[in-house]
């Protein structure tokens, strides 16, 4: 059976692979003439502020939560989309359901304004 | 070959999950949890369970972890900052509670489920519980209400997640 | 084609067995939802939208009352005994919501998350009465258990609140965690998460995993245990049951302590039956624990809902009593027990709700002394509660101790019954101390108890319940023999 995953651990060896490649061979081939400005944190192409440990706001946080939430959410699909031919209209109501209950919690986040960013 | 893929997999998930709980910087336990779950993850795979092993990909690895580093960005918990208060007797216990789990999951392997034998990953290997399309007809046939249900526990933890967080 | 037969059994699954659950679901997303369209002075309209919806799931499990259904292919029941809960688990949570029309107005927690969060925890812990299936009953846990985790921490802006909210969140998660770990080997032990598929295993008479089934219930135990607040996962109790609002600490000391009741009867006295007796052995130990040691404890506390906390915790151990002698006699008087301490420790809550002193909850013991000269209604009910929470005839207290009592000695723990007895003497003493300050000191200035409609309402629905059953004790108990006898 985990013959069938052989692809998979290829595809992860490659992308791996690559990866590091580009690496070692940048790190061996590129000259280096380091300077103060180039050995500074790259933010962006601006001059950096302090250290980036700062605290951040709790907006992060609660996109981070509902996205973990729907998330799981659609965790529940991918089973649901494979055997969907089989069950059809009953299929759809049972989804539609758990969507619904869902679509309140969605509504909820929306009205309270956690997607308004400026405030 | 199983059998060796499950004790490396069991292995790193152990080592990792120690180091989790033992390196001083936060970031670096987030990092070392997420290799944890990525080995539990190929141990999901080993045990035929393709399904959960994805989800514990994309959810666990995936989201999760991303708000473990949101959540410690946002307590701005610095590596000098956490001091562990953690007492002799507490050290003594945790030691005992260790080895009492080493030794059940030692019992486990060797007497109860007779995990090391062949013939446990032969059939495990056989059966076809753990695909998508297996998970898909028991869920929505057998464990129907369980799933219906479990809507109602993540809008639950959308509402309370946003009343304690955010102001009116 | 197989699959496509499998799915055609959908209309016969039993719906109705999921639709008191259902309907306080509705109305909590209604509460939820319509908190957006009200304006500011118009919020006493979602207590009162909450209450419909408990009011119809309450008529809906009346209506279903003595049907047997067992819906979605064994995942939930519908029997007398869900139906007794349900309709204990609703009438708790309207009376909670009738003293939060006043107490959560007056603490500026009136919001639409509050009522639907109380009736989300609802629905889960009705979950918890009804499952016969360990996933059910784990999300029931689950959903009432995350709302309440919320709920406690709802002062978002007081320091004891909030941490009450992060110790009930972190110790709980942490008890789910041994909960779940127990599903899995019972999982494991059965080849299913049915409680019924458990029992026949067991008594099938093969050569059953005994290491696995005894490892499943410790790990449940311990779980259960966690969220009873029973010796020795009990810490968390009197520092959480302070700092949350008080309503919601009524709530969590009434509808979720029955609701973890009821899963206990049913996970331990169906499904794990078989193995009651070595069950038993560790119930004694933990009953005697938990009774002495919350009983001693409540003694030298000076606030209030501390001290309630402890008592609480003396309760669940005299709880745990009437699980050691488990049986028919045993769990009838779990039902009658849950059903009086619901009254009096509701009305308590409610007492203390409404008490108000400079600006602040009136929390400290002493504000109590000499509460009788102004509020002699007040401290009348409050004196009831207390007489009933002691054990003293002729209240609901009494005749739950007395049937508790009764199947241990039945049962043969005579020795249980003996140190549960002198436990309640032990109580008496903190419970008369309020009884003692209310009427023989002198008036504390500045107490204020505001004239709330609903809140007096839930008051003496709670002083004619905790009296009712300590007047006709018999028409109760008949009730619960007969709920209980569905389970069995």
């Given amino acids: ?8 651990l290829v595809w992860i060896c490659l992308t791996t692979g690559v990866a590091a490649a580009i690496l070692l061979f940048s790190h061996l081939i590129g000259r280096k003439r380091p300077s103060d400005e180039k050995l500074s944190p790259y933010e962006c192409g601006i001059v950096p502020t302090g250290d980036a440990r700062t605290r951040i706001p ?37 989804m539609g359901l758990f969507m619904l209950i869902l679509l309140a919690g969605f509504v909820y986040i929306w009205k309270k304004g956690v997607f308004d960013w400026e405030d | ?108 392997a060797v007497m109860g489920v007779g995990w090391l034998s062949k013939e446990a990953w032969i059939a495990a290997s056989g059966i076809s519980f753990g695909t998508v399309q297996s998970i898909g007809r028991e869920l929505f046939t057998r464990y129907l209400f369980q799933f219906e249900v479990a809507s109602v526990l993540l809008l639950v933890a959308i509402v309370g997640a946003i009343a304690i967080t955010k102001k009116r | 084609m197989g699959a496509a037969t499998s799915f055609s059994g959908v209309s016969d699954m039993g719906l109705l067995a999921a639709a008191p659950f259902s309907a306080v679901v509705f109305f909590a997303i209604v509460v939820l939802l319509l908190d957006f369209l009200l304006p ?97 009953f784990f999300l029931g846990l689950e959903i009432l258990s995350v709302s309440l985790y919320v709920l406690s921490g709802f002062f978002r802006d007081r320091t004891v609140s909030v941490e009450a909210a992060v110790k009930y969140f972190v110790l709980g998660a942490f008890a789910s965690g041994f909960l779940l770990y127990g599903i899995a080997l019972f999982y494991g032990a059965a080849g299913s998460t049915q409680y019924g598929a458990m029992q026949a295993m067991l008594s099938s008479g093969g050569d059953a995993p005994t290491l696995l089934v005894y490892a499943a219930c410790a790990l449940l135990m311990v779980g259960l245990c966690f969220k009873l607040g029973s010796v020795p996962f009990h810490m968390w109790v009197p520092d959480v049951y302070q700092g949350a609002p008080t309503s919601v600490t009524g709530y969590m000391s009434v509808v979720s302590k029955a609701a973890v009741f009821a899963a206990f009867v049913r996970i331990f006295g169906t499904g794990l039956a078989p193995v009651q007796i070595e069950l038993s052995k560790v119930l004694w130990v933990l009953a005697v624990a938990t009774m002495t040691l919350g009983n001693l404890a409540a003694i030298s506390q000076t606030n209030i809902k501390r001290m309630l906390a402890y008592s609480s915790i003396a309760h669940a151990g005299y709880l745990l009593v009437a699980l050691t002698a488990a049986g028919r006699a045993g769990y009838s008087s779990v039902l009658f027990y849950a059903l009086a301490y619901a009254f009096m420790t509701l009305g308590a809550f409610g007492v203390i709700a409404l008490l108000r002193r400079e600006e602040q ?8 002394s000499g509460l009788s000269t102004r509020h002699p209604l007040l401290s009348g009910a409050m004196a009831l509660f207390m007489i009933s929470l002691a054990g003293i005839p002729p209240t609901g207290g009494f005749f739950a101790k007395f049937y508790v009592f009764s199947a241990a000695v039945g049962a043969g723990y005579v020795d249980l019954a003996v140190i549960g007895v002198l436990n309640s003497l032990v109580s008496v003493y903190f419970y008369m101390r309020i009884v003692y300050l209310m009427y023989m000191k002198e008036e504390t200035v500045g107490i204020e108890a505001p004239p709330s409609l609903a809140a007096r309402a839930a008051l003496l629905i709670c002083v004619l319940g905790t009296l009712a059953m300590g007047v006709f004790p018999s028409g109760f108990a008949r009730l619960v023999a007969s709920s209980v006898s569905a389970i069995f």
């Fill in chain 3, 361 to 368: 909850e009136a929390l400290d013991l002493t504000s109590y």
């Fill in chain 3, 40 to 136: 500011p002075g118009r919020k006493w309209v979602l207590p009162l939208v909450s209450l419909v919806g408990l009011l119809a799931s309450s008529v809906l499990v009346t209506f279903l009352w003595g049907r047997e259904v067992v819906g979605f292919s064994g995942a939930i029941s519908l029997d007398r005994f869900s139906s007794f809960f349900d309709l204990l688990l609703l009438l708790g949570t309207a009376l909670v919501v009738l003293s939060s029309f006043f107490y959560a107005r007056r603490e500026g927690i009136e919001r639409g998350e509050y009522y639907s969060l109380l009736l989300f925890a609802t629905s889960g812990a009705m979950l918890m009465a009804s499952a016969v299936d360990m996933v059910v």
């Fill in chain 1, 58 to 94: 709790i907006k992060f946080y609660m996109v981070a939560m509902v996205f973990l939430i729907f998330d799981i959410e659609a965790a529940f699909l991918y089973p649901w989309a494979v055997v969907y031919r089989n069950m059809l209209f009953v299929g759809l109501i049972e």
């Fill in chain 1, 1 to 8: 059976m985990l013959l069938e995953y052989i692809p998979i």
């Fill in chain 2, 1 to 108: 070959m199983t059998a060796l893929l499950f004790f490396v997999c069991s292995l790193v998930a152990i080592a990792s999950a120690a180091l989790v709980v033992s390196r001083k910087n936060p970031v670096h336990s987030v990092l070392f949890l997420i290799v944890c779950l990525l080995s539990v993850a190929l141990l999901f795979l080993l045990l035929g369970a393709q399904f959960i092993a994805a989800l514990q990909v994309i959810v666990y690895a995936g989201a999760i972890v991303v708000l473990f580093v949101f959540v410690l960005m946002l307590l701005n918990v610095k590596k000098e900052t956490v001091t562990l208060h953690s007492s002799t007797v507490q050290k003594l216990g945790a030691v005992i509670l260790v080895i009492v789990l080493l030794m059940e999951a030692l019992f486990v």
